[in-house]
């Protein structure tokens, strides 16, 4: 075969080699042979061919590469019928398939040509691949029979609908640079996974959402204006490239942070590598998980708190082996564990006292301030943080609650327990802090019922009430997951049950009762106890897990180091002449525990031997574990004495030593060292703040005021309010 002047003729001898190059100054021609035919012809490019009619008689070419031509006419592959592949781009061709199909014909490529409008394609059903670029279609049509075309390209026509794809087995499409305004009809594009719609108009990504196989779309230089788009792409599992580049959503200042949030699994994002950091990042801003919460709710409580002159709250101080006995109800909102804890501190009243959160929201009918909440209006409550006043706080419903430590030390001073009441993130902040408390999980188990209550209350809307329904699950989940995370877990669809469940399982906790023998489960009605068998199995497992993890050599091993720094910082500071003396002889009592047993116990409503304080029976064993296991529990909290300490990043580097202690010691207690060593709030305590000792003997919380606050309180609640030293 030769060329000449823009013409293919016929001198090819018909027994060409496997390969026959033609070569003619610049002009390389190149024929396959195979089975003793021509079966591939590939024309050199840039040729201006205009006349290919010589290409009739090659009747066994299956593929026909033509590009970069004048081409306008090939009606010569009519026959072709074995064509296989047609490569006709760069060329003049104005018909759109213009000859007879060739019965096998997969992939097509009129790209730059100057064909204008489609046509039916059923009789070309083999077709897999076809690329009809930069010509001047507007309208797509005629693919409907193409049940085997998995690639189609239409980019730079003048296409502006999405039409006439429905149900084709496309895996990628390119519409890139028509005047696309809206993603539409690709519902049924089930397998597409390429898909770029570069260069139109696009606003919205609504549309994308059923395709479950996407994993690349490229929509660079559209018209993306909101972040939020992203969301319709949330679903897409598979999708790990996107291109935005060129949107006016990128002048978001969170624009990336906030797109990788919404789709976690890309790994592209604008021909960005999406790193791991960024994920984390992005996580941690958009929904960062309970235990960032509650880290940055702490942090910022302990910053502000250092912020201020310092305070010794020495009702509450930490301790070695006995914290300040508190006791915390959570679960969902109107669970009723406010109105358990009011109960439960009326009833019990000798021991226990209600903990009053202060709350930005205003009072319900019938609440009173000071009673159930501290109503405080947002600028007061954002005071109060600054001023280092909060434990914990937290958002819910769009109001602000939180958890002072004076309410605490309110309590704490009359010599009893608080009880408190709180949402799951409460929890998390608090589990930072030196607090050691006793969390009770009351939990609905019948959904249904927990919503007719919802409802009965009349307070919520329908949004606030689907919000705390779907927290069911979260404190579910946390206790499923996280052995030991609640003491104790108590079904509340019952009130007046789950009332009686927690009154036993406090009065075991404070002595006051033989021990039922079993834990929670026992106490709970039937119904009950089987849909929340899974949350008792859990806590026995929880509480188990628990006690392997306090018992652990590096913690027990870091406890005694830690107990042995602050004797020796405290008998350097003159707190405690007899730390040593003290740490290896004294003898720790057989059952130290949050809500600690008096070494003593008085006669009276508590007379009952003094048995192990915990919330229930597994709690017995928690609090009769070994004295390093005690020490561990009680040091690996976070002292409030760190306050003082070189810990304290606010400080500097000498901050920890003993000397720099010592005036802070006295000037802030307000009271001389002896009340410092020994003594109990137990006994009146007049407004000049002496204190007088009740149990010498008590193994006591060195530099703190000693007092074996409970359980049991022989003389009952203090009526002296003596204050906190300050
Ligand atoms: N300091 C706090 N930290 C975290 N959560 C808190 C705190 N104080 C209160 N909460 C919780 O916030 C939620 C909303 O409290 P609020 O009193 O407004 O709701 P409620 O409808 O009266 O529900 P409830 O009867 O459970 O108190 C409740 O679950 C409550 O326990």
């Known amino acids: 075969m030769s060329v000449r002047s823009g013409s293919v003729s016929d001198r090819t001898p018909a027994h060409l080699p496997v390969s026959l190059c033609a070569i ?43 590009p970069y031509n004048k081409i306008k006419d090939l009606s010569c592959v009519s026959h072709m019928p074995y064509l296989i592949t047609l490569d006709a781009s760069h060329n003049q061709l104005t018909d759109f398939f213009g000859f007879q199909p060739p019965k096998n014909l997969k992939e097509v490529n009129f790209s730059h040509n100057q064909m204008t409008a489609m046509k039916d394609l059923s009789a070309y059903s083999s077709l897999t691949k076809l690329i009809l670029d930069h010509n001047s279609f507007s309208v797509i049509r005629g693919l409907e029979k193409c049940k085997r075309l998995s690639h189609l390209s239409l980019a730079h026509n003048n296409i502006s609908r999405i039409r006439g794809l429905d149900h084709l087995p496309l895996r990628e499409l390119c519409l890139a640079g028509n005047m696309i305004n809206k993603i539409e009809n690709l519902q049924t594009l089930h397998n597409l996974q390429v898909l770029d719609l570069s260069c139109n108009r696009i606003q919205s990504l609504t549309g994308l959402q059923n395709l479950r196989f996407l994993g690349t779309v490229n ?16 679903d897409l599992i598979l999708l790990r490239e996107i291109n935005l580049l060129k949107n006016p959503v990128q002048d978001h200042d969170d624009y990336r942070i906030a797109v990788i949030f919404l789709l976690q699994h890309l790994i592209l994002l604008d021909k960005q590598t999406v790193t791991a950091e ?22 910022t409580h302990l910053v502000y708190q250092l912020m201020q002159p310092q305070v010794i709250f020495d009702s509450t101080l930490p301790s070695l082996d006995a914290p300040y006995p508190m006791l915390v109800l959570t679960g969902p909102q109107a669970c009723g564990k406010r109105e358990l ?30 009673l159930d909440y501290h109503f405080v209006t947002e600028e007061e409550f ?50 930072n802090s030196y607090f050691e408390p006793r969390y009770v999980l009351l939990i609905p188990s019948v959904v249904d019922n927990y919503v007719l209550f919802l409802k009965a209350r009349g307070f919520y809307s329908n949004a606030q009430m689907e919000t705390a329904v779907s927290r069911i699950d979260l404190y579910a989940r946390i206790n499923r997951e996280r052995p030991g995370f609640f003491d104790s877990i108590i079904p509340c669809d ?79 500071s003159g707190k405690s002449p007899g730390a040593y003396a003290e740490l290896f002889q004294r003898s720790v ?15 009276g409503p508590s007379s009952s031997p003094v048995r192990p304080a915990g919330l229930s029976a597994p709690n017995l064993s928690e609090d009769s574990s070994s004295e390093e296991s005690r020490a561990s529990s009680g040091l690996s909290m976070r002292s409030s004495a760190g306050v003082f300490s070189a810990e304290s990043p606010a400080r500097g580097s000498d901050a920890g030593s003993g000397p720099n202690i010592e005036p802070l010691d006295i000037s802030m207690l307000g009271q001389d060292r002896d009340s410092l060593r020994g003594l109990t709030p137990d006994a009146p305590r007049p407004a000049s703040d002496r204190v007088s000792p009740t149990h010498p003997s008590s193994p ?14 022989p003389s009952g609640r203090k009526t002296n309010d003596s204050g906190s030293k300050q």
């Open 494 to 572: 019952d009130r007046a049950e789950a009332y009686r469940s927690l009154k036993q399982l406090v009065k075991e906790y404070l002595g006051l009762e033989e021990h039922s023998g079993g834990d929670t489960t026992g106490e709970l009605p039937a119904a009950s106890a089987t849909e929340s068998t899974d949350l008792m199995d859990s806590y026995s497992r929880n509480y188990q897990k628990k006690i392997q993890a306090n018992m652990t050599p590096q913690r027990t091993e870091m406890a005694s180091n830690h107990r042995r720094l602050q004797q020796i910082r405290e008998a350097l």
């Open 24 to 66: 003619s100054g610049f002009y390389r021609m190149t024929f396959y042979w195979h089975l003793n035919r021509i079966s591939d012809c590939v024309w050199p490019q840039g040729r201006d061919l205009k006349n290919v009619s010589i290409l009739c008689n090659y009747i066994y070419l299956q593929k026909l590469e033509l």
């Open 278 to 299: 960024e994920k984390v990042a992005a996580v941690n801003k958009y929904d960062p998980p309970l235990e960032v919460v509650a880290a940055r709710d702490h942090m």
């Open 700 to 713: 006591g919380r060195p530099g703190a005021n000693v007092k074996p606050v409970l359980p049991p309180i």
């Open 589 to 603: 009592p057989a059952a130290p525990s949050s809500l600690a047993s008096q070494s003593h116990p008085p006669a």
């Open 382 to 431: 954002h005071n109060m943080i600054q001023m280092g006043q909060f434990i914990q706080t937290m958002q819910y419903g769009g109001h602000w609650y939180g958890l002072s430590r004076e309410s605490i030390e309110r309590v704490a001073r009359e010599g009893l327990a608080c009880c408190v009441h709180m949402e799951l993130e409460g929890v998390f902040s608090l589990k």
């Open 341 to 370: 804890a009011h109960k439960l501190c009326q009833e019990f009243s000798d021991y226990f006292a209600y903990g009053a959160c202060h709350t930005t929201r205003g009072p319900y009918f019938g609440e009173e301030d000071g």
């Open 219 to 234: 929509l660079e230089s559209n018209l993306i204006t909101e972040i939020k788009e992203a969301a319709h792409l949330h």
